[in-house]
């Protein structure tokens, strides 16, 4: 066989498996190639590849330790601050390696904004300073506080609630509001993409549903990578899914991705199909 | 289906209900022992003292301890079984080594009161020394010169001594360097210096050379090396209370490391660092020594932190408590009653504003 017919052979195989999996619509944001984790010596991703298409929802799903809070942070650089962490692969912003030495995390950090697992307002600061603390920590220039201050606790669902006490401490808030008030505060630094690990998962149901509520709507401006544990919640909220699995020793790794419909509807792979029917994790 | 009727005599019995508190209480049988095993030492030891002469330190620990620690022991046996036993040894041993420190600490705030309280008047606190003698009776002259000194060359010292020992905090907490256990090391070595240790070093390189007077000044860096430690690593403590959370979230909005420390770390354990400043300043009120060497006296009021030698309440009771007249030696007493009262207003303080709930 030739080279060219190799690779034709190939490329075919590539499209025929990719046309079942990942659906590309729209132009591309984000990029994951080849991603692999190491702390220390332990290997704890392998291999992960993702496309997120822009202005969309990519739920991120597995049972737990199987590295997707580890993933998430690799795509904006916090997984460099853990000491001994390690990386290969290459992560693609707008084409480009966020891993280039000649970019600058705290740029990128910017652009690509995250929610945690645990509300972190910054108790020293009112609730308003907590939403405009991204444009003072980044120096960003932006004019009309009062307007970034309305329009970003609406867009978090939150403006109603707090729009009479602004002044108070964030600390003063229940902790769906406080997830709703970080929400907000990464929104005022107008990232492009924001991540969000497992944001519902110390809330109560009425500030869940909330928060998906603003998530399907923030998704019309930003592309949100979302980390959940909670079945129902990918497939309300989410565009695409990508099934992460660390099975018996070995590193994490994507054993299947593509549009939620099919991911929940028509799985593959068994392990997927046990996973979101709750039969294991 | 079963229904739950409302049945309006129940609610009378409700709302006759009172509030009580059933898990205090106690089967008698418990009661009884405890209270023999509190009486009955406590009447052999006072008998003792009534008709013997045995010293008092003598009678309550070779005495009364032992006799307590074994009437405690019986009551619990006969309460609980064998397995009191180690309980009430630990409870008798705790709850007496808290009396001994509660009955040292009153001792000692009782002797200032004793021998100090009849110094204590308006013109004691504001009025100077320039035309008192130690035979001048108490109602002339006062500290007011001294307590002027303290309170410059504390200021002095925090001066110097905050903004270097929040920043050594900084560099262990935040900036985690290479030379982290250098830095400790050095920081837990300065907290050993004996503080005429500190006193001689500034009078040798700052007042024998020339370049300052005794003052304020040299004083204040003499109680600034003794305040560093206690300020750098109280300091070190709280920041390392900040929640990790609250770093990365910073970090994840496009922060830079300084400006993650200045705006977030910072201002989230500024209650903490209050308190670091204010125990720091406890830490060396009192010390006498480097200020004899590096501040001097005067019985002037002296406002210049670098002109000339300046009083301080500590050096001030050096001077009068060991002269041969009794009002001198009051308002030695009284000066230390001050300087107590004093260091008791600042680590109230220090609660209070610990406490205090962050706003803004
Ligand atoms: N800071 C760290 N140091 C060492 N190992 C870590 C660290 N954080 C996570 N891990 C390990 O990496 C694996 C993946 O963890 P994580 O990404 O948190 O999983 P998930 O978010 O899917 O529950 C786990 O086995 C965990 O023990
Ligand atoms: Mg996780």
């Known amino acids: 066989m030739s080279t060219a017919e190799f690779e034709d052979v190939m490329d075919l195989d590539i499209e025929g498996v990719e046309a079942s999996t990942v659906h590309p619509v729209g132009p591309t944001e984000m990029e994951a190639r080849d991603v692999s984790v190491w702390f220390g010596q332990r290997k704890v991703l392998e291999g992960v590849n993702i496309v997120f298409p822009k202005k969309t929802v990519t739920a991120l799903i597995g049972p737990s330790g199987c590295g997707k809070s580890t993933f998430i942070r690799t795509l904006n650089r916090l997984h460099e601050l853990i000491p001994g962490a390690a990386l290969a692969g290459s992560v693609l912003y707008e084409g480009k390696d966020i891993y280039d030495a000649a970019v600058d995390p705290v740029s990128i950090r910017l652009q690509i904004g995250m929610v945690f697992q645990k509300p972190n307002p910054f108790p020293s600061m009112t609730i308003r300073g907590n939403v405009l603390s991204g444009l003072k920590l980044s120096g960003m220039k932006r004019d009309n506080h009062d307007d970034i201050v309305e329009e970003t606790l609406t867009a978090a669902g939150l403006w109603n609630e707090v729009k009479d006490r602004l002044g108070n401490a964030a600390g003063d808030l229940s902790g769906g509001q406080q997830q709703r008030l970080v929400i907000a505060r990464a929104l005022a630094v107008q990232p492009h993409v924001l991540l969000m690990d497992e944001p519902c998962s110390a809330l109560d149901p009425a500030s869940t549903l909330k928060i998906e509520e603003t998530i399907r709507e923030l998704s019309k401006e930003v592309t949100i990578i979302i980390v959940t544990h909670n079945m129902q919640q990918a497939v309300r909220v989410s565009d695409y899914t990508a099934f992460f699995l660390a099975e018996e020793g070995t590193p994490g790794h994507v054993v299947e991705q593509g549009a939620t419909t099919e991911i929940f509807g028509n799985p593959q792979e068994q392990r997927t199909l046990d996973y979101v029917n709750g039969r294991f994790g | ?360």
């Open chain 2, 1 to 360: 289906m079963s229904t739950i009727t409302f049945d309006p005599r129940t609610l009378e019995q409700l709302q006759q209900q009172k509030s009580m508190r059933p898990w205090r209480k106690k089967p008698t049988r418990f009661t009884a022992s405890v209270t023999l095993a509190v009486v009955i030492p406590a009447l052999i030891v006072a008998a003792l003292y009534l008709t013997s002469d045995i010293p008092v330190p003598i009678l309550l620990v070779v005495i009364y301890l032992p006799l307590q620690l074994i009437a405690s022991g019986i009551a619990a046996w006969a309460t609980k079984g064998t397995r009191g036993i180690a309980d009430s040894v630990i409870i008798v041993n705790a709850i007496g080594a808290s009396l001994f420190s509660v009955i040292v600490l009153v001792s000692v705030i009782g002797s200032l009161i004793v021998r100090g309280l009849r110094a204590l008047s308006p013109h004691f606190l504001f009025q100077n020394s320039v035309y008192i003698s130690p035979s001048t009776p108490l109602d002339y002259g006062g500290i007011g010169h001294s307590l002027v000194g303290t309170l410059l060359i504390v200021f002095i010292a925090s001066l110097i001594s905050v903004p270097i020992g929040i920043a050594t905090a900084v560099y262990i907490t935040e900036v985690r360097g290479r030379a982290v256990p250098y830095v400790r090391f050095f920081v837990q070595a300065m907290s050993g210096v004996p503080s005429v240790v500190a006193g001689l070093f500034i009078l040798t390189i700052v007042v024998a050379t020339g370049a300052f007077n005794q003052s304020a000044f040299a004083g204040g860096l003499a109680y600034a090396i003794l305040m560093l430690p206690t300020v750098a690593r109280t300091a070190e403590e709280v920041l390392k209370l900040v929640p990790d959370d609250l770093r990365t979230g910073a970090l994840a909005l496009g922060s830079t490391r300084a400006r993650t420390v200045l705006r977030v770390v910072i201002p989230a354990a500024r209650t903490g660092i209050i308190t670091a400043v204010i125990l720091g300043v406890a830490r060396v009120i009192g010390e006498t020594a480097p200020l004899l060497l590096a501040a001097g006296n005067n019985d002037q009021t002296v406002v210049n932190p670098f002109g000339s030698p300046i009083s301080s309440v500590p050096t001030y009771i050096f001077n009068n408590v060991a002269l041969p007249y009794p009002d001198a030696v009051t308002r030695a007493w009284g000066s230390a009653l001050v300087l107590i009262i004093l260091v008791a207003i600042l680590f109230t303080l220090a609660r209070v504003i610990g406490r205090g709930r962050v706003g803004r």
